[in-house]
């Protein structure tokens, strides 16, 4: 839609003509008073008809009553609008957050119940706002690039922003022309000014940040029938649309719905923008934005969803390992969702988070849980392809037995902006509800102000950002790029395959400019046998160098070590394993020395033992470690991990299988199949490429040929020990 389109439906719409363009919305425009308060983020006959069948479905009257005894306290408390004093996590800033909580709620609640008094409150809140938001400066907590008002950075401004704007759209037409005047010139347009002209740079950025302050500005713009606020917030401050929603939802997710930054801030920006989408499908539905960019904002919330475990997300980058499906931002996206596309698995994820939102989406989703129509959600194997055009990378996923079966993750990526880490081709790995093989994730604790001010810890950047604290190839006892975020911005993970095929799941892919001279290459399959219970994990990790290096292979595992290799142990005194990129937050407990031997390690985590064995095409050595050294203020957890060490070498293959199998169950006190089915694990190396052999307790052999040329039709034999291995394409599995 052109910039004077758009003028004109808004000036309609404000004037309340019958021809206002507003597909759901039609009866706001025809019933618009003159003083233009009349709700329109969600229309008059929206509300009327969930206040009229929300009782009729648990799930929507469940989040009613939730609602109402949150702001039922609020309003016992009495109206408190602090001067803004605290960073995160602070008493300031919590009450900041709970009143814009409050105010969203309580404008709800009035056009549910239709009791003035939740119209009431809000607007009293609102106008201690008008009083105080005008002597506002700079937040004198303020830590952060572009520092807000209310709260220690501007980005949570604009989530105030985002949701006190909704709770006024559905009181306002309750006050009077002063009291919105006050209140909409004191409050939200200084708001959308200081967000939108005070800081343009800030605002035009294609960030989640600016993401949530132009669904802000949006919104509000939308309720203030002020078509240059809606125009600045889909085509930026120069109105040009080289800024902007719009060209944040172009650019980024990459056309699998994927988000540059990772799952965690995936999750974080997936908020605004459904939230803010849905203000424009309602009042502009012949922009058509959720079909933009062949459904992009769908795809994304599907897959965000597919990004999870267990009801967790893959904590990819600056992550908190907690943060899963049940987040206010994926409820709200899962709602929004199903009510543009009535998937019925996204019903089984609602039942799953237990709740939806007080909206026409949230009283789809009730209507569809109520009535049986949920499904399970189709958790499958996938790559989520990176970058704008896709061609930055991918996140794959490989999965076997259903949503808390096996899971395997290989995150071969663009960089992740700020809030990347220095871990391409990394590994993960889930079973039986469980991380098996994890990653840290970020180090902070989220708003607990004795952490740092509940922000990122100066352990975020010394461990886990390292490429040490991930399961992958470390070089040089450096991380990745030289531990420059930008260096690793201009260099995307290149994919070589992915396949899904019964018994066999492969991906692959290639780093070459993460460190200099050295060219890196993994290869992670999972893979069935009728011998073994469940599928095992086979990995052949490369490195190609031009000269000789020290190359470490990590494994952070989850359980209790049960047997282990042979090693010295530090039994008197925790040495530490070196003193820079990580390696000086990790105590060193075991060392084997090198060996051209393969090497086992058995943990039980749970119900189920997990063998993992590995070997090297040179000697290697091997350290059991655990993180928290050189952390005097307790920031990091104490989780183990093994290090595979190669030395004097240029070139190296790393090969393991990683083995689920057996039970244990404490309640009846009994074991089975605690001891591995598999006897040993070998590599053979050709011409081009390399075998690697698993041999079964059953004396059979389960093989995986790889070749380094991946393309389709090149043939490919190894030969070894009088057997032979042959084969087209850059891979192929042999029984025998």
């Known amino acids: 839609m052109t910039r004077p389109v758009l003028l004109a439906v808004l000036a309609t719409l404000a004037a309340g003509a019958p021809g206002a363009v507003l597909a759901q919305s039609a009866p706001v425009a025809a019933r618009a008073r003159a003083d233009d308060a009349t709700p329109v983020l969600v229309s008059i006959d929206q509300w009327r008809a969930m206040a009229e069948a929300g009782d009729r479905y648990p799930m929507f009257a469940a989040e009613r009553a939730r609602v109402e005894r949150e702001v039922r306290a609020a309003m016992a408390a009495g109206i408190n609008v602090p001067q803004p004093r605290d960073p995160g996590g602070g008493v300031t800033h919590e009450q900041h957050k709970a009143n814009y909580k409050a105010i969203y709620g309580a404008g709800a609640l009035y056009r549910l119940t239709d009791d003035r008094a939740y119209a009431d409150f809000a607007r009293d809140m609102l106008l201690e706002y008008a009083r105080l938001y005008p002597t506002l400066s700079n937040h004198p907590a303020g830590n952060s690039p572009v520092k807000g008002r209310l709260f220690w950075q501007a980005l949570n401004d604009s989530v105030w922003l985002v949701y006190s704007a909704q709770g006024y759209d559905a009181i306002r037409d309750t006050l009077t022309a002063d009291q919105r005047r006050t209140i909409d010139n004191d409050v939200f347009r200084r708001m959308t000014r200081f967000l939108s002209e005070e800081n343009a740079p800030y605002f035009d950025r294609i960030h989640n940040h600016a993401t949530w302050a132009t669904a802000g500005v949006g ?20 109105h040009d649309g080289g800024a902007g929603f719009l060209r944040q939802v172009d650019e980024l997710f990459s056309p699998d719905g994927y988000y540059a930054e990772g799952p965690y801030y995936q999750r974080y920006a997936l908020a605004p923008f459904v939230i803010f989408a849905r203000a424009i499908q ?8 959720f079909g933009r960019r062949d459904g992009v904002l769908l795809k994304a919330v599907d897959g965000v969803i597919q990004s999870s475990y267990a009801g967790l997300l893959f904590p990819i980058n ?15 996206g899962v709602a929004v969702a199903y009510a543009q596309t009535r998937d019925p698995g996204l019903l089984s994820i609602a039942e799953g988070q237990g709740r939806t939102i007080l909206s026409p989406d949230g009283l789809a989703v009730a209507e569809g849980v109520a009535d049986g129509a949920a499904r399970p959600f189709d958790f499958r194997s996938m790559q989520l392809r990176d970058g704008p055009n896709g061609d930055l990378g991918n996140l794959v996923f490989l999965r076997h037995g259903g949503a808390e079966g096996q899971a395997l993750v290989m995150k071969n990526t663009q960089q992740g902006q700020g809030h990347g880490h220095f871990d391409r081709l990394e590994m993960l790995f889930y079973d039986d509800g469980q991380p098996i093989v994890r990653d840290y994730g970020a180090a902070r604790f989220l708003n607990v102000e004795a952490k740092g001010g509940g922000g990122y810890l100066p352990e975020n950047d010394s461990w886990a950002m390292q490429t040490v604290a991930h399961n992958t190839l470390v070089v040089g006892h450096a991380s990745q790029f030289g531990g420059d975020l930008q260096r690793g911005e201009e260099h995307p993970t290149t994919p070589l395959f992915f396949e899904v095929d019964d018994g066999l799941q492969i991906a692959s892919a290639r780093l070459e ?9 993994r290869t992670l399959a999972m893979v069935e046998h009728p011998d073994l219970t469940y599928p ?9 160098g031009t000269a000789t290096t020290t190359y470490d292979l990590p494994l952070h595992f989850n359980g209790h070590i049960v047997t282990a290799f042979e090693a010295e142990h530090s039994v008197r005194e925790r040495p530490v394993l070196g003193d820079a990129n990580g390696y000086q937050h990790l105590w060193v407990d075991a060392v084997a020395a090198p060996s051209g031997e393969s090497r086992s390690l058995t943990w039980l985590l749970g119900g189920r033992f997990y063998t993992y064995r590995f070997g090297a095409s040179s000697p290697i050595g091997a350290m059991l470690v655990e993180s928290g050294a050189n952390d005097p203020n307790f920031n990091l957890r104490r989780e183990p991990a093994l290090i595979q060490r190669m030395q004097g070498q240029a070139d190296a293959s790393f090969f393991s299988v990683l083995e689920p199998h057996g039970a244990y169950d404490g309640t009846a006190e009994t074991v089975s199949g605690a001891t591995s ?20 307790a059953s004396g059979r052999t389960l093989a995986l040929g790889v070749a380094d040329d991946v393309a389709p039709g090149a043939a490919h ?11 087209t394409g850059p891979y192929a599995r042999f029984d025998r």
């Open 677 to 696: 089915r598999i006897r040993d694990i070998a590599r053979v190396r050709g011409a081009g490429a390399e075998v690697i052999v698993l041999t079964l």
């Open 282 to 289: 309602q009042n502009e539905p012949q922009r058509d934005i």
């Open 513 to 521: 400019n993460g460190y200099d001279g050295v060219v890196l290459t």
């Open 717 to 727: 034999s190894v030969q070894a020990n009088g057997q032979t291995w042959e084969w």
């Open 318 to 332: 600056d992550a908190m390992p907690d943060k899963g499906l049940d987040t206010e931002e994926i409820v709200t």
């Open 536 to 544: 095992v994990v086979i990995d052949l990790f490369r490195a190609d």
């Open 219 to 238: 919104m509000t713009g939308y309720m203030l029938r002020d078509p240059d606020l809606v125009d600045r917030a889909l085509n930026g401050t120069a």
